[in-house]
């Protein structure tokens, strides 16, 4: 809901800045201009550009094979994101590379990343190039990171000087500034500028736990979005925040053009100021039509750092040149609900209401208190709908690289499936005549926003289509016997309920069945084979080894007419 209430200004304020605009186009600056400096200085502080002879050769080398190491193995892939509830196929290839068990969303889309080495992880890798490529990229984030901590200290003494410029002795003064000019500063020689605790907050904003790759060739591209606001030219990425990032932390970004690559001549008119031939990163301040943009071209091995909150009070985009190009976006992405830690943290949490008699080995509930059972039941969603539902839905692509996501994943299911157990306990003990009407009404109205939520959200992945493809002139029958059971579950009063966990594998099917929305949309078919969705899971109504129905509509009347009878 928050999320779909942003996407909504956000479209709000483009609409109200091009109707500003008109026919109009805002002015931009490349470093052909005199006062592009003195724009970057004022409005543009927390960009820092480093080119590309700053950088280590043989880090160069490393990383650009690495680069073509990953492209030759296939590994880059086109993301199916949604944005304004349709989705679409990124003109942009990538992968994510980071550490184990992290996850990176954006547009509606998890990505899962391809471990790179680290110590206490077995990881096995499809290739010995894969993993030498991995390495590589280490190599760069770990020299990145220093980069970035340097430019936020180099800033802090800035700043520093800057306030205490009227009362600091000459002395003071010429030891700030060659620090600065030098740009390398140890934590003890800044100490006496830096706080411990101003020191601590700068690494953990450059911690970088990984990094999301990029490639594009615009000469194989059919058609490039235009840049609307300034007339920068095609775009390879459009104006936008990255998201989901720890609050001012920095990004970085090094980029490799394959210069020198066979390329055609531009039968466009020449943009002013800016090359159409080269790629350059766009800056502009967020909503703004009075700060004039930056446009600055990145040649073979430069790199840049957004420092502090650049990413939040700016928009950057990406303007394609004419040659394939790589990049490696370091950042640190927020991971407070995004690791596998954290996720299997919560199934430890929900599972704890479940427990088992050790005579019968009747499954059955701890406690039917409102909150536990809300607390349950939304965990359940986000293992289905922000775990499994993405991580098959990106296909099998992560298995050109590793398979180190399929034992997690299959535990997740497991726990997953467990959770739908503990779906149907509810049911049958909200059923229960001996329960308290008060009680009883406040934990159904309760469940109900959390089932109606789960089967709006099956919707949205699953097409109706896929339902209809299964009707039969059997299928009213089976509904019958789908809502008889779903009755039958509310009305056990006396008896618990013995289920066991199905051993099953939800993937499996017989039959093939076609999904839509999500898992079937006409971008999806677009996408090749072994990276097309799965939906997953999903079952049908006739398979009895699942507690409840995969369509929970009658399980929600059902719900619905028992607390219009209580109250």
């Known amino acids: 809901m928050k999320r779909r209430a942003g996407e909504r200004e956000k479209e709000w304020k483009k609409k109200k800045l091009l109707e500003e605009l008109g026919e109009n186009t805002l002015p931009y600056k490349t470093p052909a201009d005199d006062d592009f400096h003195q724009l970057w200085k004022t409005k543009y502080s927390n960009l820092v550009f480093r080119k590309s002879d700053t950088v280590p050769e043989e880090l160069h080398q490393m990383v650009q094979e690495s680069f073509l190491t990953l492209r030759k193995h296939d590994c880059f892939f086109q993301d199916l994101v949604r944005i304004k509830g349709k989705d679409f196929v990124t003109p942009v290839s990538r992968i ?32 010995p190039q894969i993993r030498d490529a991995c390495n590589a990229l280490i190599r760069l984030n770990d020299y990145l990171h220093i980069e970035a901590v340097k430019a936020l200290q180099e800033q802090n003494l800035f700043e520093t000087k800057e306030i205490k410029d009227t009362t600091r002795l000459d002395g003071e003064k010429n030891f700030a500034t060659s620090i600065t000019e030098t740009g390398s500063i140890s934590k003890d020689q800044s100490s006496c500028c830096v706080p411990e605790d101003d020191y601590i907050s700068l690494k953990n904003r450059t911690a970088y736990n990984l990094t999301l790759l990029n490639y594009m060739d615009p000469l194989q591209m059919l058609y490039l979005k235009q840049e ?30 394959c210069e ?12 002013k100021g800016r090359d159409p031939a080269v790629w350059h990163v766009g800056l502009k301040v967020a909503w703004d039509i009075e700060t004039p943009g930056l446009a600055i071209p990145l040649h073979q091995g430069d790199f840049y750092l957004m420092l502090d909150d650049l990413n939040m009070t700016h928009q950057h985009c990406v303007l394609a040149g004419f040659s394939p190009r790589f990049s490696s976006t370091h950042r640190v992405a927020d991971c407070s609900r995004g690791t596998l830690e954290y996720i299997f943290g919560q199934c430890e949490l929900a599972l704890q209401n479940l427990q088992t008699d050790s005579d019968s080995m009747a499954l059955s509930l701890k406690s039917l208190e409102t909150a536990v059972v809300k607390q349950v039941e939304e965990i359940h969603n986000e293992v289905e709908f922000e775990w499994l539902r993405q991580f098959w839905f990106q296909g099998k692509r992560y298995l050109k690289c590793t398979d180190w996501w399929l034992k997690p994943i299959a535990k997740l299911e497991e726990f997953w499936r467990k959770m739908e157990i503990m779906t149907s306990l509810v049911l049958s003990e909200v059923g229960k005549e001996e329960q308290i009407d008060e009680q009883r009404n406040e934990t159904i109205s309760c469940f109900l926003l959390v089932l109606t939520e789960r089967q709006k959200l099956r919707k949205e992945w699953t097409a109706s289509r896929a339902v209809r493809s299964l009707k039969s002139h059997e299928h009213v029958k089976r509904r019958a016997a789908v809502l008889f059971r779903a009755r039958r579950l509310l ?45 997953r899971p999903f079952w049908t109504d006739d398979e009895c080894n699942m507690p409840l129905p995969y369509d929970l509509e009658e399980v929600i009347a059902n719900l619905q007419n028992l607390v219009q009878w209580v109250e």
């Open 260 to 271: 020198g690559s066979a390329m055609e001549e531009s039968n466009e008119q020449k943009l």
């Open 491 to 535: 009305a056990l009063s006396r008896s618990r309920i013995k289920i066991h966990v199905p051993q099953v594998r939800l993937q499996k099917r017989q039959v093939k069945i076609r999904m839509a929305k999500r898992c079937q949309s006409e971008a999806a078919e677009s996408l090749p084979e072994d990276q097309k969705p799965e939906c």
């Open 228 to 257: 609307p606001y300034f007339g920068m030219g095609n775009m390879a990425v459009s104006w936008h925040h990255d998201e989901n990032l720890v609050k001012r932390s920095t990004v970085a970004v090094y980029s490799y053009s």
């Open 96 to 127: 994510l590379i980071g550490n184990p068990g992290c996850t990176y969303k954006y547009l509606n889309t998890r990505l899962f990343t391809v471990p790179w080495p680290t110590e206490g992880y077995d990881i096995n890798y499809c290739n």
